[in-house]
């Protein structure tokens, strides 16, 4: 059986993706296979850095991302809601279709297989995550369900409760960006039944407040595709990870009280932040030494020189550690100051 490792990526990500990749080599995944599934034709830094690397491919079977792009269009469309708040935004049918292509997983050439966001860094062994998906068809080791229902599903929608327990499904949703699962659980069958329920009505139940995620939540749950969440079902013994959560640092790994984390996602964190890190500008990022070490570790000589802060960047960052939020109150600290 064939374990692998997919990536959502393009050139627009491009330094996610090289600091991806080389903490995949050196934190328990050098010999695992990868396979980037593309979410543009924007890829041409992407070609050439896979080029030189011997178990990475790009993914280029376009009948099944036309199949899962025309599935996604589908679904979204159908939801009346979506299409009228989009189009107030002037957005297009779908917003964030490249997002989706992550379906074509289910296509690949991989039994089982991780699914990372490209803003990910591995952080530890993933060997327990595939021999879940001896026992489950689909894994999962994230926080989401202490969120927020309303991020996957809308919950205003009178028909939310006529197809799911909601005190179950609080429990069962999960981040669409790292997840675990098998080839062919999502296929041409299960996914067309799956899409006549949707254009039926059932797509109102999706909530706006993401892209792919209530889609794939959606299809698990309502699949009945069996589900195993370590964050949820052995809360003591996982680790956090989310930038925004104070982990320590040893050695460009992360631990969370002394366990070891798996993976650290920059989710939410737009990827022109490190892009004009990587250009030499002093951004603030969370735990940016480690991003900063995997993306230049095999060219540690290219690694960019960061210019120092202006003096208004450094005012704002030394505000922000303060805990001053409101201008007037800064204001009225420093007329006290010089008063003195």
């Not at 540690?300 to 550690?321: G, S």
Request: glycine fraction near 6%; charged fraction near 20%; include cysteine.
């Amino acid at each position: 059986m064939a374990d692998g490792i997919y990536i959502l990526a393009n050139d627009v990500v491009f330094d996610h993706l090289v600091a991806l990749l080389n903490s995949l080599e050196v934190n328990g995944a050098k010999n695992i296979p990868v396979c980037i599934i593309p979410y543009d034709d924007n890829l041409k830094k992407v070609r050439s850095h896979i080029s030189l690397l011997h178990n990475v491919t790009l993914f280029d079977n376009t009948h099944s991302i036309d199949f899962w792009e025309n599935f996604a269009t589908q679904a979204w469309t159908s939801h009346r809601k979506a299409q009228q708040v989009w189009q107030a935004k002037g957005w297009g049918q779908v917003h964030g279709l490249g997002m989706h292509r992550k379906f074509c997983c289910f296509d690949g050439p991989f039994d089982q297989f991780v699914y990372f966001d490209c803003d990910t860094l591995l952080m530890g062994s993933l060997d327990y995550i595939y021999q879940k998906l001896d026992e489950f068809d689909w894994v999962a080791n994230d926080f989401q369900y202490k969120s927020d229902l309303n991020y996957v599903f809308d919950l205003s929608s009178p028909k939310l409760a006529e197809f799911f327990n909601l005190g179950q499904l609080q429990s069962q949703i999960f981040c669409a960006g790292w997840f675990a699962s098998k080839k062919g659980i999502l296929n041409r069958n299960n996914s067309n039944q799956m899409l006549d329920k949707l254009t039926s009505g059932e797509a109102e139940i999706l909530s706006l407040r993401g892209t792919d995620q209530p889609l794939f939540n959606y299809l698990v749950a309502r699949s009945g595709i069996s589900f195993y969440n370590f964050a949820y079902h052995q809360p003591a013994r996982v680790t956090g990870n989310h930038w925004s959560s104070k982990f320590e640092v040893i050695d460009y790994i992360l631990y969370d009280k002394g366990r070891r984390l798996t993976y650290l996602h920059y989710m939410s964190i737009s990827a022109a932040k490190f892009t004009r890190l990587c250009a030499g500008e002093d951004v603030e990022i969370p735990y940016r030494e480690v991003f900063l070490h995997y993306r230049y570790l095999k060219s540690p000589q290219t690694r960019p020189k960061l210019a120092p802060p202006n003096l208004l960047v450094r005012l704002q960052r030394n505000l922000k550690t303060w805990g001053i939020q409101k201008v007037n109150n800064v204001q009225f600290k420093l007329r006290n100051f010089w008063d003195r």
